[in-house]
């Protein structure tokens, strides 16, 4: 049977080092102490109706879970080094969390935190919103379902992502990104995409200015675009468009269909540094 850590304040460093084998119930970790890395170094433990005003509280932790609690703004790197964890019900106002962690599942949560969810693995992210810049940068094996998610320069260097039924307000997405899939999901941002390899959208709304640039392999199945323009420049493409596309520039090779394309813009210099031999099927009428 677990231990019982229960109605407690806690604001001593190291204050429950290497606890293990523990229910931590309706605690606070704050005070005049202002000590760091509370539950460091610690195994099989539950967090439930608890709060952090603490820096770097979860470090080096395994098998763990963080329910109904708050983390607010001054717990700095709340979570690094961790894993097989849950966190759920739970408010996340600390920059920097989740650093170099395995196999964590967040579940009906609020976060704000930049840099969230940096150079980890196996991340499972459900029914959650979140605000952050620079979200999962150089992550991988990450699933997310229903997300609500704002910010910029999300998903970059990410490996091996599939996203379904979300709403991601995001410019610089997906960039340097490799084996993605979005399905049935809302995405908006500037520059979407660019340098990516093997990104695919099905059943996907897609705004913003220049997107899909410099990609290799990328596909859309059953979408559509607003506020398109200077699409798929320099990037290997097949897709299947609902509607217009504002315009399309250069596209290196493939068949981009669409109902209708506002304008088409071929670069015919013989110095160009990618030659562009790719071509637009406004349905069976091409056009380059």
Request: aromatic share 10%; net charge negative.
């Amino acid at each position: 049977m677990k231990k019982l850590v229960q109605n407690k304040i806690f604001d001593a460093e190291r204050a429950l080092y290497n606890i293990n084998d523990v229910q931590i119930i309706n605690c606070k970790f704050e005070g005049q102490m202002d000590g760091e890395s509370i539950l460091k170094e610690c195994r099989n433990y539950n967090v439930i109706d608890c709060s952090f005003s603490l820096r770097y509280p979860m470090w080096h932790g395994e098998n763990f879970s963080l329910i109904n609690s708050k983390m607010d703004e001054k717990t700095r790197a709340p979570i690094w080094y961790s894993k097989n964890g849950k966190i759920e019900n739970s408010k996340i106002n600390g920059i920097k969390c989740i650093r170099e962690c395995e196999n964590i599942v967040i579940k009906k949560c609020t976060i704000n935190s930049s840099e969230f969810g940096w150079k980890s693995d196996n991340l499972k992210i459900y029914d959650t919103d979140i605000i952050s810049e620079y979200f999962l940068f150089d992550s991988k094996n990450i699933e997310i379902k229903n997300l609500n998610m704002k910010g910029k320069y999300s998903f970059q260097y990410i490996e091996n992502l599939n996203i379904k039924d979300s709403y991601l307000d995001t410019k610089d997405a997906f960039w340097h990104s490799k084996n993605i899939l979005v399905e049935n999901s809302y995405v908006k941002g500037e520059y979407l995409g660019w340098f990516s390899q093997n990104l695919t959208f099905v059943n996907c709304k897609i705004i913003g200015t220049q997107p899909l640039c410099y990609c290799k392999n990328l596909k859309l199945i059953d979408c559509t675009m607003e506020n398109t323009d200077l699409s798929f420049e320099y990037s290997d493409v097949d897709g299947q468009i609902i509607g217009n596309i504002m315009s399309v520039k250069n596209p290196k090779s493939g068949i981009i269909e669409a109902d209708s394309v506002g304008e088409i813009i071929m670069d015919k210099e013989e110095d160009t540094a990618i030659k562009c031999n790719g071509a637009v099927k406004i349905r069976q009428n091409i056009v380059v």
